[in-house]
């Protein structure tokens, strides 16, 4: 830019940090960390990002708005790229149970387990109370940073339902202000009340069709595993979605080694979540297809999974890897910072790893890295502010939220409590 150009003008300023982490890699750093940076923002958009110097240059700030970060550190905002946030009820009891009990034990016991459980206790619960419920859940994801946020159907299996889990995720976007992606999965197990079959003809004759033509979602996903859908039927219901414009992700390999990753990449899968029981090769052929690796380490936690998901085999295999919470009533967590503290304890993960696949991975898994996951030029102005001096600080304090400032789309956020 010659001197003589007309900068842009920024309305907002956010200085005073001690560190931004851009989620970019810059001289040999995974994070693009800049000491003392600083970021400008018009409207929606993020317009510079650098030191004061450059930000001088690049933007005429004579007229922002300042926030002050108050020595802490700058953050793209959380993208949650696996939720089942809509949810009726609690398995608190079952939860409780297998703590000391095996899963047949529970059974005997007459305590409701399971996404059956669950479906039954959606289906009872009335709309507006699914709403309250779900925007309380909303805001505390919110409130720890994640300003896009995937949501799924899946505990209606049945039409009414199904729809009433929808159009709570569209309701939700206008109660808070985080994004929230909706995602149709009909296909997370089959209603007790019809066979499997049956079922089948209605997901794809009656429900993936309407859902596309009332907009109800961007995404079609399938829980592929021993137990749930086979292979056939979930490119049934995959080739369905994608005939009606619902772009693929698959549940995949979470409890049995499925070969479901051929078909991910025939169909061009946006992602494929769980892995498990995903091969080595498999995942090589998957990163070469450009299909995103979305890991769920509170899933494998809170079940105490007996082969949690291998990150750094998806690392090393050259797939993007993404964190998500899986916020379902299996693994009640909102929090992408509890999700980064398992991913790098138990997973195997770099701090500097989970954060890019909370981040810009999670995004990708979202269709979404040209608009959200890092700190750029042209990008929404997403960010976090922390109370803390430097990056490391996150992970190591491993129960925090030091979040003091939100700013979505380029609007500061009072903090819902
Ligand atoms: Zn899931």
């Given at each position: 830019?010659?001197?003589?150009?007309?900068?842009?003008?920024?309305?907002?300023?956010?200085?005073?940090?001690?560190?931004?982490?851009?989620?970019?890699?810059?001289?040999?750093?995974?994070?693009?960390?800049?000491?003392?940076?600083?970021?400008?923002?018009?409207?929606?958009?993020?317009?510079?990002?650098?030191?004061?110097?450059?930000?001088?240059?690049?933007?005429?700030?004579?007229?922002?708005?300042?926030?002050?970060?108050?020595?802490g550190v700058l953050a793209p905002g959380f993208v949650d790229c696996h939720t089942h946030m809509v949810f009726g009820g609690s398995r608190s009891a079952e939860y409780g149970a297998k703590m000391t009990r095996t899963a047949a034990e529970v059974a005997a016991?007459?305590?409701?387990?399971?996404?059956?459980?669950?479906?039954?206790?959606?289906?009872?619960?009335?709309?507006?109370?699914?709403?309250?419920?779900?925007?309380?859940?909303?805001?505390?994801?919110?409130?720890?940073g994640?300003?896009?946020?995937?949501?799924?159907?899946?505990y209606g299996l049945n039409w009414e339902h199904e729809l009433k889990q929808l159009e709570t995720s569209r309701r939700l976007s206008q109660a808070c202000p985080a994004d929230i992606v909706s995602t149709f999965l009909g296909a997370?197990?089959?209603?007790?009340?019809?066979?499997?079959?049956?079922?089948?003809?209605?997901?794809?004759?009656?429900?993936?069709?309407?859902?596309?033509?009332?907009?109800?979602?961007?995404f079609c996903d399938v829980y592929c595993d021993a137990g749930y859908y086979s292979a056939g039927q979930t490119r049934r219901i995959l080739e369905t979605g994608l005939a009606h414009g619902l772009k693929p992700k698959i549940h995949a390999d979470a409890y049995s080694e499925t070969g479901i990753a051929s078909l991910a990449i025939e169909l061009g899968a946006v992602s494929m979540d769980h892995l498990n029981f995903t091969t080595p090769s498999e995942m090589k052929r998957l990163a070469e297809a450009g299909v995103v690796g979305v890991g769920l380490p509170a899933l494998d936690f809170a079940v105490n999974h007996p082969k949690p998901f291998d990150a750094r085999a998806v690392i090393e295999s050259g797939m993007t890897l993404a964190l998500a919470t899986n916020l379902n009533p299996a693994n009640w967590t909102e929090t992408m910072h509890f999700v980064m503290v398992?991913?790098?304890?138990?997973?195997?993960?770099?701090?500097?790893?989970?954060?890019?696949?909370?981040?810009?991975?999670?995004?990708?898994?979202?269709?979404?890295?040209?608009?959200?996951?890092?700190l750029q030029p042209g990008k929404l102005a997403d960010i976090q502010i922390w109370a803390i001096p430097r990056f490391e600080e996150f992970v190591y304090r491993l129960d925090c939220n030091?979040?003091?400032?939100?700013?979505?789309?380029?609007?500061?956020?009072a903090l819902p409590r």
């Open positions: 830019m010659t001197s003589s150009a007309p900068k842009p003008k920024a309305d907002l300023l956010i200085s005073g940090a001690a560190e931004v982490l851009t989620c970019v890699a810059a001289r040999g750093d995974p994070l693009g960390r800049i000491a003392r940076g600083c970021v400008a923002i018009a409207g929606d958009r993020i317009i510079a990002v650098g030191s004061a110097a450059e930000i001088s240059s690049a933007a005429d700030i004579s007229a922002a708005r300042v926030i002050d970060a108050g020595g016991m007459g305590i409701p387990a399971g996404i059956p459980a669950t479906v039954a206790m959606t289906r009872s619960t009335e709309p507006g109370r699914l709403v309250t419920e779900s925007i309380d859940r909303l805001n505390r994801m919110f409130r720890s994640s300003t896009t946020i995937e949501s799924k159907s899946g997370h197990d089959f209603p007790p009340e019809i066979s499997p079959d049956q079922y089948m003809d209605v997901l794809v004759r009656e429900m993936i069709p309407r859902v596309a033509e009332l907009k109800l979602a961007e398992l991913a790098c304890r138990r997973h195997g993960l770099s701090s500097e790893e989970a954060m890019l696949a909370a981040t810009l991975g999670a995004a990708k898994a979202l269709c979404r890295e040209h608009d959200i996951g890092s030091p979040i003091v400032g939100l700013i979505k789309r380029g609007r500061e956020i």
